[in-house]
């Protein structure tokens, strides 16, 4: 793969002036409210595929569910009723490989409220 | 492996870097982010990060920053020139980054300024007129423009803006507008200080606002109705010409409210006088004979009968029972008085006894027998049979029940079952006479020794409850968990 990357280099030569220095990227994104995520992700990922790199769907990790069951009570007096709240983070991941140029690029123009985003470039 | 684990801490080479999406610090937009690194890692990424002031207190001094960076040189001049500004001191400290950008967002309305839309203006001093005039076209100009015609023109489209000078109170609008001609009243106010004058002025300005802007039309009913109701008050009290019914309710009251000597002295000194209005209506018909048959006719009667009575008899006849009925009203008036009818209740007697089923039901006391309530259940019944203090017991042997191991026969019981019943029989019988006849003879060491034994008795039972209740608390802890939330809200289980 890094011979082919590597060829590809040669041939665009003076024409692609700006390195094209591939990374494998990572974007997790995580979140509260689902449909913002969705959004996000589908933004990122026609972005990406616009651009023609090599875009891994995003993998749906497990939301994970935080319960925090308490008495609806302020005082102990009453019937002992319990609220079962829930709090519920999703996350996905989309693997890029690309330059970090673009995908500054393309995460600064998806932008939505609530939606944390975690950029990770490793060497490819 | 072999090489892996040469490596320092056995830890694979971490050439990645991560960077996470921070919103920028001193910003309003929520969503102006910019990307931070958040490793350590040695790994590096040109031109990803983005320098940012955040940042700059994560990494070295040394490092090369922005524009930002205070510890390296003097601030640059744009820098410089903006703190400048804002008025602080030049003194190469860069108090931009203490900043925070001021944009109206849906979470910072609160802070940001909003005129109310129910402003009121200000008051006008006392020397100054105000005059709206929104209404005013101002011409295209002219050719000639002759001044009086155009000062007419613009003197009829202004209004005075009224609003300031409307009183609730209309002394207080006098007292103002006096105020307002006569220029303060200067002559008389040279000896006060000029804040005297002022607050005196203030504060009948005030209340005249305050009726104004918060209650207007409010208060001006309630103002006028108080007008109103002293007005009525101040004039005769009777506004109203006196009629007839007037001076019949003056008699009868009279008469049946006033003093028993007088009631008496007006029946006894004649006749109960009709007022003449009312005679005069009634000598219409008293002229007229009218002559009651025996048998009691109505005038429909008349009327069918035509060929019989005439309809003056008709008439004559239904006055001459007017005429009746006044007289049977005279003579029942003066006789009822003297007859007096005296109703004495009779003072129920011990034998008539009623309760209310009786009257309700209809039925004499003799069908219905009512039982006497007596006090509810025997106290003996809540004491075991067999005392612990017994020295008559037939078994020696304390049988321990359930679970918890109590002895139950020596609890208080409710409901004796038939186990419990056989076991207690033989016992029964033998104390049942004892048992009677120590309550008859009951000595003061008995009683004692009685009443000390049901207390021991119920302390033991307090005791066995709550060892119970505290050895299935977890128990019950979780059941009433699942039961609050999925069953009906009366289930109390702890």
């Known amino acids: 793969m890094a011979a082919v990357y590597g060829g590809l280099k040669g041939k665009l030569g003076v024409e692609d002036a700006p390195e094209l220095q591939l990374n494998r990227i990572r974007i997790t994104l995580s979140s509260k409210n689902v449909k913002n995520l969705e959004k996000v992700c589908a933004d990122l990922v026609k972005g990406a595929k616009e651009k023609q790199l090599r875009v891994k769907g995003p993998v749906r990790i497990p939301t994970k569910v935080l319960h925090i069951t308490t008495r609806k009570s302020p005082c102990g007096e009453g019937t002992n009723t319990w609220d079962r709240f829930e709090f519920r983070i999703h996350k996905r991941v989309i693997d890029l490989i690309s ?26 | 492996m072999g090489g892996r684990g040469g490596r320092g801490g056995g830890r694979k080479p971490r050439s990645f870097a991560t960077f996470r999406l921070f919103p920028r610090s001193g910003a309003a937009d929520p969503n102006d982010r910019v990307f931070v690194r958040v ?52 003194d190469g400290y860069n108090y931009l980054s203490h900043l925070r950008e001021l944009r109206p967002s849906a979470a ?34 002219e050719g000639e ?24 109170d209309p002394d207080v609008a006098r007292l103002l507008d006096e105020s307002d001609v006569s220029h303060g009243g200067s002559e008389d106010d040279v000896l006060e200080e000029d804040f005297v004058i002022i607050a005196n002025r203030a504060e009948g300005d005030e209340l005249v606002e305050e009726d104004d802007g918060e209650e207007e039309e409010e208060g ?22 006196r009629r007839l019914l007037d001076e019949q309710f003056d008699l009868l009251a009279l008469e049946e409210y006033g003093d028993s000597d007088n009631d008496v002295e007006v029946v006894k000194s004649g006749e ?56 049977y009203a005279e003579r029942y008036l003066n006789d009822t008085v003297e007859e007096e009818v005296v109703l004495v209740s009779e003072s129920s007697d011990e034998s008539e006894v009623w309760d209310c089923e009786t009257i309700v039901s209809t039925f004499s006391n003799l069908d219905n027998h009512p039982g006497k309530i007596e006090t509810p259940g025997n106290i003996k019944k809540r004491l075991p049979k067999v ?60 009683k004692k020794a009685r009443k000390a034994a049901v207390k021991e008795e119920k302390r033991e039972a307090r005791k066995a409850k709550k060892e119970l209740k505290g050895l299935y608390k977890s128990e019950t802890q979780k059941a009433q968990k699942v039961a609050a939330v999925t069953g009906p809200s009366s289930i109390r289980l702890m």
């Open chain 2, 220 to 241: 001006n009913g309630v103002f006028s109705d108080a007008d109103e109701e002293f007005d009525f008050e101040e004039d005769d009290p009777k506004p109203r010409v």
């Open chain 2, 39 to 90: 490793d350590n890692n040695d790994y590096t990424v040109p031109g990803f990060a983005d320098e940012d002031s955040f940042d700059a207190s994560l990494c070295d001094p040394s490092a090369d920053g922005g524009d930002l960076h205070s510890a390296s040189g003097p601030l640059p001049e744009h820098v410089r020139r903006e703190i400048l500004e804002l008025g602080l001191p030049d």
């Open chain 2, 108 to 141: 910072a309305a609160a802070s940001s300024f909003v005129p109310s839309a129910t402003a009121r203006p200000e008051p006008l001093p006392l020397d100054v007129k105000a005059y709206d005039a929104s209404k005013v076209r101002v011409a295209p100009s």
């Open chain 1, 99 to 124: 330059s970090p140029d673009v995908v500054k690029q393309i995460t600064s123009i998806t932008i939505e409220p609530g939606v944390e985003v975690e950029v990770t470039i490793a060497d490819v």
């Open chain 2, 272 to 327: 109960y006088e009709l007022p003449s209005e009312v005679i005069d209506e009634l000598k219409l018909f008293h002229n007229q004979n009218v002559c009651v048959d025996e048998e009691y006719r109505t005038p429909a009667d008349f009327v069918r009968r035509k060929l019989d009575s005439s309809t003056a008899d008709e008439v004559d006849e239904s006055a001459h029972v007017i005429k009746k009925c006044a007289e």
């Open chain 2, 387 to 446: 005392f612990p203090g017994e020295t008559a017991t037939t078994n020696d042997i304390i049988k321990l029940h359930g679970k918890e191991k109590l002895p139950v026969e020596y609890l208080p019981q409710r409901k004796r079952g038939g186990e419990k019943e056989k076991k207690g029989k033989p016992a029964e019988a033998l104390n049942a006479d004892k048992f009677k006849k120590g309550a008859e003879k009951e000595t003061k060491e008995e």
């Open chain 2, 145 to 168: 423009l002759d001044e009086g015609r155009a000062m007419c023109k613009v003197a009829a489209k202004t209004a005075p803006v009224r609003r300031i000078e409307k009183a609730v």
